[in-house]
């Protein structure tokens, strides 16, 4: 069975660098989203992608957030300057068609560990 | 505000007993509920919905809009249950914008 990717399993890195998290999700997904779990909290939406372009997002998902299709099959999420509170499980997910007659499809998860 | 509840954090029982996940929502409107369960080191997966009426592994919940509850039933427990569980919740315009409880795991014991 297909499953949604996501490289790497687990990203260390210091408060104001850049990370980009990656995902590939299932090839005939039209619809690809981003959530976030901070340790021992909910799982939080952040963002939904579709037809190339952001179609909602959280109050979570500031100007230091991105997200990009760049080649059709690799769907990124990038944190320009991580701050401590983003540390977090990233979790990527698509379906293939509007929410009423598709589950999601989660990956594994990017644990993003900022110190 | 969307919002969903899940208040136990914990839920221990011995394996062949009943099962209920508690599950309390907030919403306006008319909500699409699901429950997804995460086994150990796996993935999080969709367990079942509401519209489909459909019962997954034995596991059954029901919508009661009166009492704004998506509970999550099961007559007799078997230790591959043991896992976590998340109730969410979404509107039925948009994306898929989940709202997601805190999450109950679920113990079986034999």
């Known amino acids: 069975e297909p499953e949604v990717t996501q490289t790497p399993s687990h990203q260390v890195t210091q408060m104001g660098q850049e990370v980009i998290l990656r995902c590939v999700p299932i090839s005939n997904h039209l619809y690809f989203y981003w959530y976030r779990q901070i340790l021992g909290q909910k799982v939080e939406f952040l963002v939904s992608f579709y037809n190339n372009e952001i179609s909602e997002k959280s109050e979570i998902f500031d100007d230091q957030f991105s997200v990009e299709r760049p080649d059709g099959s690799n769907f990124t999420l990038k944190i320009r300057s991580t701050k401590l509170e983003d540390s977090a499980m990233y979790f990527c997910?698509?379906?293939?068609?509007?929410?009423?007659?598709?589950?999601?499809?989660f990956g594994n998860g990017t644990r993003l560990t900022v110190t | 505000a969307q919002r969903v509840t899940q208040p136990e954090k914990l839920l221990s029982v011995f394996k062949g007993a009943p099962v209920e996940l508690k599950c309390n929502y907030s919403?306006?409107?008319?909500?699409?509920l699901f429950w997804y369960v995460q086994y150990s080191r796996q993935r999080l997966q969709l367990l079942l919905r509401?519209?489909s009426r459909e019962s997954i592994k034995g596991f059954t919940a029901d919508l009661n809009k009166g009492e704004t509850s998506f509970h999550l039933k099961k007559p007799f427990a078997q230790e591959e249950d043991s896992a976590m569980y998340y109730c969410?919740?979404?509107?039925?315009?948009?994306?898929?914008?989940?709202?997601f409880g805190t999450g109950t795991r679920l113990l079986v014991s034999p």
């Open positions: 969410a919740l979404s509107g039925n315009t948009g994306f898929q914008k989940l709202v």
């Open positions: 919403y306006s409107g008319s909500p699409e």
């Open positions: 997910a698509s379906s293939p068609r509007y929410l009423y007659n598709s589950p999601l499809h």
């Open positions: 509401h519209i």
